[in-house]
């Protein structure tokens, strides 16, 4: 009788040798698991926090571009303002008669012509002959030059919103 109770004896040993390895296995595995599910928390917050970054970065971009469109726009405006102004200004003085415009004739081809030379020493041209246009005609040249202002204004614009967007 004393063998089944040995036998009994070691069962219940390996029993408890195998409850105890397995109660270790659970405190390790249990312990690296926390170690893991702390470094993958880490790695979130970090992961967040870089995030966060890039986001106020590109904000701060989104808001530095929009100021320098904002800047560039009340630029492009307040240069077609002050070319209409002076349009204006010049279109009036041609219709009040108080400018005329003239143009320079070829020495040689005016040869027959009766047209006076200009008179005094305010010219530049130093006596050459001149022709008055007509105060219609000058009136297109100055609507033709307009449009050609304010297309040239509005392609400077256009050039500094590409350079400010190239550089980006």
Same mark, same amino acid.
């Given at each position: ?9 070691? #069962? ?6 195998? !409850? ?30 870089? !995030? ?48 005329? #415009?003239?143009?320079? &004739? ?13 008179? %005094?020493?305010? !010219?530049?041209?130093?006596?050459? &002959? ?10 297109? &040249? &100055?609507?033709?030059?307009?449009? %050609?202002?304010? !297309? ?13 967007? %190239? %550089?980006?």
């Amino acid at each position: 009788m004393t063998a089944p109770w040995r036998l009994v004896g070691v #069962l219940a040993l390996v029993l408890a040798g195998f !409850g105890s390895a397995w109660q270790f296995q659970d405190w390790r595995y249990g312990r690296q698991l926390a170690e893991q599910a702390k470094l993958n928390g880490e790695t979130l917050n970090r992961l967040a926090t870089a !995030g966060a970054d890039a986001q106020k970065a590109e904000q701060d971009k989104r808001l530095a571009l929009e100021q320098k469109l904002a800047t560039s726009e009340q630029t492009h405006y307040r240069k077609l303002s002050d070319a209409q102004r002076d349009q204006d200004r010049l279109r009036d003085r041609l219709a009040t008669a108080d400018l005329r #415009l003239s143009v320079l &004739i070829d020495a040689d081809s005016a040869s027959g012509c009766d047209v006076p030379k200009a008179t %005094g020493a305010s !010219g530049v041209d130093h006596a050459a &002959i001149r022709a008055r246009l007509d105060p219609a005609h000058a009136q297109r &040249i &100055i609507a033709i030059t307009d449009t %050609g202002d304010r !297309g040239l204004i509005a392609l400077q614009a256009c050039q500094a919103y590409a350079k400010s967007i %190239g %550089g980006m």
